[in-house]
Each structure stands twice: as structure tokens, then as C-alpha cells.
């Protein structure tokens, strides 16, 4: 039973994945581009701006919404957040409104994030937290992103009327929110909250553990796990809660900066802008008759929502250390390859070259999924305690946030004027992402 609420958990956390997938085939649409007049400065503001509100998310909104109404409303709340933004967007407006609405969607999947995240954590069984957390929610926002690019694909032939294709591919999103908001009823709220909140009414939280683990009141397995929340919940009476016990303690303050680097992880070696631009970017790139990038976009989207997966056998068995370093000395080579390639080729005259430049964007965002994707919010979630995990936990996603605001807004612009030598930045980026991550997973493992 524990694994359906979790697995809900990773379809809603999909709903994140949408707006930024959605966007990805809508920059790359000439009826939106012509719309709204974009072009590299644009591209850039349109694509980023949604992470300006999410770091308010995870700096005030999302730790304390989720805190103060529970997770799952957190969830119910931010969604039907998400679908006002993704309704304000499509409404025939201006190039402002369109900045209004990608913020609104901003705030709500920061919201989202933060909220699917904490109940993975607190309803997942403890030995296989870690696996969870990571796998979950990147499997959830794989999803999201290949529904997102195959329907922005198919909705592409429809050239008729105008501006339809893109504004249909944007309120795709809302039926589907619709339905985890529907769904999220089935399910029970996470116990560890439910205890923080209502500390005297055990039996709720026994029957909900019962749900989560299959067995009854009298189940040895789940009175184990209720005594140890019990007395997890009372030693906590003894510390301070909430953003005054996240910062008055100096071993809490160390574990915040750990968390801030772990997330940067996730960001700082520029998958998000090879994610968001990768139309753009594989038509730059050649691949631009008829509907050639948006194809390879999709098949990459289906891809890599199978190797996620492969998180859940490798975490727990190999270890974070092992399966971060892996993952950015096999991204730093491709891309490595992929700027040697774009570097010799600036004008895309060789096609066997071409074809090995999108086998290692493949590879980089494959390995992505099974590394530095799911791995640094598994980290994250799991070096607090439940005193200040929800503050915590959002704060530590600015680490994400920053990398990512800094590297996806210029790209564009960085990008046209550079060509493909831009490429080095993201493999140097990737090769001190190797060295920094082992130094700083060596002081992890020994001090949290």
C-alpha cells in the first residue's frame, strides 16, 4: 500500500514537469514566436522567469503551505495554482500577462516540488527512502515531460488557426491537474505530520500507518515503526522548530549549506537549458527539416523516462558518492565530444557528426536521470530533522534554483553568439561538478 500514495505522489509531481516541457516545443513554435515577438533575450526571459517565483516558493511559500495545511493540500492548493497560471498564459495577452502567468505556474510547482517531496519522504519505508525520493519524483517529471513533448509534437501540423497549436498544448496540462487534485482524496496525509499537528490522537496516525504498511493495529512491523515516530515526536518538543531552529544551531546551519550544494548538483551542469531549449537546439544542430527536432525531443523524453528507473536498483546499492561522480565524468565526456564535434562542424556540413552530437545530448540527459537528477533531493530530504524538514528542505532547493536561473535565462543569447563552442562552458561546468562533488561527498558521508 505504501507504494500506490508514492507512486500518486510521482504522477503529481509531473504536473512541475508540464509547464517546463510544454515550453520547451512552444519556444520552438513560429506561431508563438511571431505572437509574441521573441527572439534570444526573450527566449531566454520566457523560459527562466518561472524559477524567480519558484525560489519563493522554496524560500517562504512551500515549506510553510505544506507546514501549516499538510501535504496533501499543499499539493490540491498549488496545482489548482499552476492551472490559473497556465489559463492567464493562454488567454489571448500581452508579452507581460505571459510573464504574469509563467510566475503564477512558478510559485505553484515550487509548491508542488517541495510539497510531493516531504510525503514521499514520511510515507516511503525508511530503508528505501532514498530510493524513493529520487526515483519518484524523477520518474514523475519524465513523465510530465513526454506527454508534454509528444503532444506539443502532434499539435504542430496544425498550423490553423492561428496560435491554436500552442495555446492547445499549454491547456493540455489542466485536465490532467484536475485529476490528481481527484485522485490526492484517496489517499492519507503523511503520519509524521498528522503527529506534529495532532500529537494526542495516536489512533489517527496508527490507522494511517496501518494503510502505508499493510497490516493492522496489532502488525509488529507497524507498532515498531508508531512507537518510533512517538519518540521521534517527543525528542523533537526539546528543540526549536521552523527557520529559528533551522538557523540558531551551527551543525544545522552546516547541513543547510550541504543541502544548498547538493541541489545545485542537480542544476549547475546545465541540463536545464539543454532540456529547455533542446528543440532550438537540435535544429541549430541540423536537424531542422519538418518536424525532425521535435521527433528527436520526443524519443529522448521516452528514453529517459525508462532509464529513471534504473535509480531505484543502483542508490542504495552503489551509494550517492558513487553514482554522482559516474554520472558527471560520463556527461563531462559527451560533452566533451559534443564540443569537439560542434567546434570542427560550426555549419553542420557532416552528418555522421551530426548524428554522434545527438547520441551524446542523449547520453547526457540519460545519465542525468539515474545521477545528478534524482540524487540530490534524495539528499536533501534525508539530512534534516522532521523539526525543520519542511523549511529546510524548500531552502536547501535555492541551491537548484540559482544554477539553474543563471545558466538558462543567457543561454540563448550566449548560444547565437557564440555558436557551438557554447558547449565547452557546460563540459567545464560538468568537469569541477566531478572534482567538487567527491570532496564534498566525502565531507557528507563523515559529518551527516
Keep these: 500500500m505504501a507504494t500506490m500514495p508514492v507512486s500518486t505522489a510521482s504522477l503529481i509531481s509531473k504536473t512541475r514537469a508540464e509547464p517546463l516541457g510544454i515550453m520547451t516545443v512552444i519556444l520552438a513554435d513560429e506561431q508563438f514566436v511571431a505572437y509574441y515577438n521573441v527572439d534570444a533575450n526573450r527566449t531566454g526571459t520566457i523560459a527562466a522567469v518561472p524559477w524567480a517565483s519558484t525560489g519563493l516558493a522554496q524560500l517562504f511559500v512551500g515549506g510553510t503551505l505544506a507546514n501549516l495545511v499538510g501535504r496533501l493540500w499543499a499539493i490540491r492548493i498549488s496545482i489548482s495554482f499552476m492551472i490559473i497560471g497556465v489559463v492567464v498564459q493562454s488567454v489571448p495577452n500581452t508579452y507581460g500577462v505571459l510573464l504574469l502567468g509563467r510566475l503564477m505556474t512558478g510559485l505553484g510547482f515550487g509548491c508542488v516540488y517541495i510539497a510531493t517531496s516531504l510525503y514521499v519522504a514520511e510515507c516511503a519505508p525508511r530503508m528505501l527512502r532514498g530510493s524513493f525520493v529520487g526515483t519518484v519524483t524523477q520518474f514523475g517529471y519524465q513523465l510530465g515531460t513526454l506527454i508534454a513533448f509528444w503532444t506539443g509534437y502532434g499539435m504542430s501540423f496544425h498550423k490553423s488557426p492561428f496560435n491554436v497549436a500552442w495555446r492547445v498544448s499549454n491547456l493540455i496540462q489542466i485536465p490532467i491537474g484536475v485529476l490528481f487534485i481527484i485522485i490526492s482524496f484517496w489517499y492519507p496525509e503523511s503520519p509524521r505530520w498528522l503527529l506534529e499537528k495532532q500529537p494526542d490522537n495516536h489512533d489517527r ?5 496501518c494503510k502505508l504498511r499493510m497490516g493492522d493495529a496489532e502488525s509488529e512491523h507497524v507498532r ?38 547538493a541541489t545545485a548538483l542537480q542544476q549547475a551542469g546545465g541540463i536545464a537549458a539543454l532540456t529547455m531549449y533542446a528543440a532550438i537546439i537540435y535544429r541549430s544542430l541540423g536537424w531542422d527539416k519538418g518536424n525532425q527536432a521535435l521527433s528527436i525531443n520526443g524519443i529522448q523524453a521516452a528514453l529517459q523516462l525508462v532509464i529513471v528507473l534504473v535509480n531505484t536498483f543502483t542508490v542504495d546499492r552503489f551509494g550517492r558518492r558513487a553514482l554522482l561522480l559516474a554520472g558527471f565524468a560520463i556527461q563531462a565526456l559527451a560533452l566533451l565530444v559534443l564540443s569537439s564535434l560542434t567546434t570542427a562542424f560550426p555549419d553542420n556540413s557532416n552528418k555522421a557528426a551530426a548524428v554522434v552530437e545527438v547520441a551524446m545530448l542523449f547520453i547526457v540527459g540519460l545519465t542525468y536521470c539515474w545521477s545528478n537528477g534524482p540524487i540530490p533531493p534524495a539528499i536533501a530530504s534525508e539530512i534534516f530533522p522532521q523539526e525543520v524538514r519542511d523549511k529546510a528542505f524548500g531552502f536547501s532547493l535555492l541551491g537548484q534554483t540559482v544554477c539553474l536561473l543563471a545558466l538558462t535565462q543567457p543561454w540563448p543569447r550566449f548560444n547565437s553568439q557564440v555558436g557551438g563552442k557554447s558547449y565547452w562552458l557546460l563540459f567545464c561546468l560538468n568537469s569541477v561538478l566531478l572534482v567538487s562533488s567527491d570532496l564534498w561527498a566525502r565531507k557528507y558521508r563523515a559529518r551527516c
Design 224 to 261: 515498531t515503526e508508531f512507537h518510533e515516530l512517538v519518540a521521534a515526536h517527543q525528542a523533537r518538543s526539546h528543540f526549536d522548530t521552523g527557520y529559528k531552529g533551522l538557523f540558531k544551531s551551527k551543525g544545522m546551519r552546516k547541513r543547510l549549506l550541504y543541502g544548498l550544494y
Design 205 to 209: 496516525v496508527l490507522r494511517v500507518l
